[in-house]
Structures are given as C-alpha cells and as structure tokens.
C-alpha cells in the first residue's frame, strides 16, 4: 500500500528530542520559560509550550546529536510582543524583535502585524535555538479544514461567540431556526481555524 493510500491514518507530531550536555540545567531553564513540565518514566524530561500538542523531551542518550545543535525551532505566537515581554520578565536573554519590511530586516513587529513576518530568537543553555513567529491568520490550505484545535477554553469560547452570531445571520438568510446548528457550529469554527471559505 502505497503513503496516498494511507489518507485515513493519522500521524501527529507530539515529540521533538533535542541535544543538552546538562539535564538538571536544562530542566530549570525550560521551568523558568514557563513550560509545562510533564509525567514521564524515568530517565525522560519533557517539556511542552503553553498552547502546544507538541513537546520537547531529553535526558541522557536521548540522541547522538552535538548538544545545541538543534536550529531554528517554531513557536508560532498570537502577539509577539507578548511573547517577548514574557521571555524579558523571566531573565531568559531573547533577540530583539524583527519583521521582513520593504527593505529588508526592520526593528519592531510587523506595523499591520501580517502573519509570518514579525520574529525575534532566544536559546536554551546549550544553544539550541528556537524562533518566536507572530501568526494572526494562517495561509489558505495550510490547515486542514478537518482539523481544529484550540489552545485555551476562552480560545474556544471566543471561537463559538464568533460562530454564533454568524449562525444567527444564516437563520436569519434561511427563515427559520437551525434545528441542526451543532454541525454548521462545527464547519464554521473549523473553518475560520484553517482560514477556509466560510459556510453561509
């Protein structure tokens, strides 16, 4: 059987291993960024990011990596600064933050604040780096419609506040009350989530 054929099998990517040289150290610095500490067997660290599915883990002969020689890791964000600001509070050393302008590399966020183009980076003790990127909206197809996930219970609750006055609209445009309106609840966060056309 060939991977196309495989559409109905999910895989996600819950665990990224990363390089350190110190276990104890790099458990304190990930507890002071502020990530979750999880239950793990022994001989097993792992962290995962506030909002995340995926997590870092370590411990001794996680890898043969160099320790530090893990480059360039995602943490996609809803405010950059705010993601800044936290790093700054919490002593961790971060980069400044920096957006593609018309020129080039320019200081600050992004002014209108576009998706993908607002940064800045910062690295464990070992140098392993990771990459703060402010997303606002995602690219149309970048996300399967038929996957949604929210962060938080007041992200989830922003998201059907938003849905219900949209489906007040659509009883409005139809006449009468939706008698099925769990589902078109569903399609219409699922596809605002994945920047998808939504239902009428």
């Not at 792992?46 to 995340?52: A, D, E, M, R, V």
């Not at 996680?62 to 809803?78: C, F, K, Q, R």
């Not at 059907?160 to 569903?186: F, L, N, Q, T």
């Amino acid at each position: 059987m060939s991977m196309t054929e495989r559409k109905g099998v999910d895989m996600k990517l819950e665990v990224v291993t990363i390089p350190v040289s110190d276990v104890d150290r790099a458990t304190e610095f990930y507890k002071k960024l502020g990530w979750r500490q999880d239950v793990t067997p022994p001989g097993v660290v792992q962290f995962t990011p506030p909002g995340s599915w995926c997590s870092i883990q370590f411990g001794p002969g996680h890898t043969s990596a160099p320790p530090g020689s893990a480059e360039n890791t995602y943490l996609i964000v809803s405010d950059i600064k705010a993601a800044h600001d936290q790093l700054v509070a919490a002593g961790i050393a971060v980069d400044d933050i920096k957006h593609l302008g018309a020129s080039g590399l320019e200081a600050g966020p992004d002014p209108e604040h576009h998706s993908y183009f607002s940064f800045c980076t910062f690295k464990d003790p070992d140098g392993n780096g990771y990459r703060f990127q402010e997303l606002t909206q995602r690219i149309p197809g970048r996300v399967d419609v038929g996957l949604t996930a929210f962060s938080s219970v007041a992200e989830l609750a922003d998201a059907m506040r938003r849905a219900s006055v949209a489906h007040g609209e659509h009883e409005k445009r139809i006449g009468a009350a939706d008698p099925d309106w769990p589902d078109w609840y569903a399609s219409y966060m699922a596809a605002e989530f994945a920047n998808a056309e939504l239902p009428q």
